[in-house]
Structures are given as C-alpha cells and as structure tokens.
Nanobody, 128 residues
Framework: VQLQASGGGLVQAGGSLRLSCAASGLTFSNYVVGWFRQAPGREREFVAAISWSGIRIRYTSYADSVKGRFTISGDGAKNTVYLEMNSLKPEDTAVYSC???????????????????WGQGTLVTVSS
C-alpha cells in the first residue's frame, strides 16, 4: 500500500493550493481518508477527513481552524483525495500528510493513531 501526497509549495497569505493524495494497493472508497499536518515544534493535528462510496459522500469532517477555507473531496475513478486550501494563512504552514483508516466509521477520524496507512508529507509554506 502506498499513499502519495503532492501539491505543496510556497504561497502568499490569502492564496490557494490544492493537495492530492493518490493511493495504490487499496481502494479509497473502503476507507476513511484523512489529512493531518505538523508544523515545526508542534504536534500533528487533524485537518480534514472524508468517507465516500461511489459518487456518494458519506461524510466529511474538518478541524475548526480550517472550516470554511479548506475542502476535502475524492475521485473514485482516480483513487485520489484532494484538499483544496483557500484563504491560506501563515499559521497553515506545515507538512501535510494523507492517511487511510479501514472501514467507514467516523469514530476516531480526528486521531492519527486510528489510521492504518500514511503517505509521506508535502510541505506547505504560507508567507505573510
């Protein structure tokens, strides 16, 4: 199983980025897919998660700090999850990682310890 995150970069405050997480070896629609981030000197924190089946989204969830600015979505045909990030702030600067949790339960979706697979991170830097 491999999760490949991409799309990070340097952007000015107020700008946008779209992160992608492509999977091989598993089918995302059978998992809860989450994005987490970790800033230097800080603990990893939950950003967003999604569960979907076919074209129907079962649910999405967001950290309060990104609600209204970030949108998580999935493309079953491409087995890829996206994180659209708008109105970026310097405090959004972090390494963003995608992860997959077996099953469809929302229980524990905001806890990294509940996830079974992790991709490498992609760095997002927001300048002021």
């Amino acid at each position: 199983v491999q999760l490949q995150a991409s799309g990070g970069g340097l952007v000015q405050a107020g700008g946008s980025l779209r992160l992608s997480c492509a999977a091989s070896g598993l089918t995302f629609s059978n998992y809860v897919v989450g994005w987490f981030r970790q800033a230097p000197g800080r603990e990893r924190e939950f950003v967003a998660a999604i569960s979907w089946s076919g074209i129907r989204i079962r649910y999405t969830s967001y950290a309060d700090s990104v609600k209204g600015r970030f949108t998580i979505s999935g493309d079953g045909a491409k087995n890829t999850v996206y994180l659209e990030m708008n109105s970026l702030k310097p405090e959004d600067t972090a390494v963003y990682s995608c992860s997959a949790k077996r099953g469809t339960s929302w229980y524990g979706l905001d806890r990294g310890s509940q996830y079974d697979y992790w991709g490498q991170g992609t760095l997002v830097t927001v300048s002021s």
